[in-house]
Structure formats: C-alpha cells, structure tokens
C-alpha cells in the first residue's frame, strides 16, 4: 500500500473506482479545527430540539441534522466536503 499525502486525495465519487483506496481512507481530516468547533457548538443547539419542543416534523429533521454536525465535529470528515474535493485542514 503506498503512502497518499493530501495533495493526492481524490474526491469521494472516485473511491469505488480506485483500488488503492482502503475503507480508512474515507476518515481523513478535511476540515479546519475552528470549523470543527463551530459545527460542534451548533450541533449541541440542534440536537435537543426534538425533545424540547413539540414533535413535528421539522424539529426532527433538525435534531437529524445536529446529529450529522456532531459527528462531522468530532470525526473531523465532511463528505460533502470530500465529494467536492474541498479540504480546508492544513495538515
């Protein structure tokens, strides 16, 4: 397996081509560290919203929508990110 640096990275729509792409390739950090707080601290208003208010539609969909920026913030992986070939980390 050879080494792939950032530089390198394809986006995600090329990794069910490319054989060299392993399944831990697809957690590689593409987001800076203060996009990553932000998306936490706007994760933990989002995620109690289903169970605060009444149960519409529309407050689980956003509780829905807390939990895909806790895990973006703690994983530091986002694949909206990766299918546009967008990486804002500076590693």
């Known amino acids: 397996m050879t080494n792939v640096g950032f530089s390198q990275l394809k986006p995600l729509w090329f990794l069910a081509a490319d054989s ?29 919203l289903p169970f605060t208010q009444c149960s519409a539609m529309y407050s689980k969909v956003v509780g829905v929508l807390g939990l895909i920026l806790l895990f973006n913030a703690l994983v530091g992986t986002c694949y909206i990110y990766r299918l546009f070939g967008i990486n804002t980390c500076k590693v």
């Open 20 to 48: 060299e792409y392993c399944a831990m390739k697809m957690f590689l950090t593409n987001q800076n560290r203060s996009e990553r707080i932000a998306r936490l601290v706007i994760a933990l208003f989002l995620i109690p």
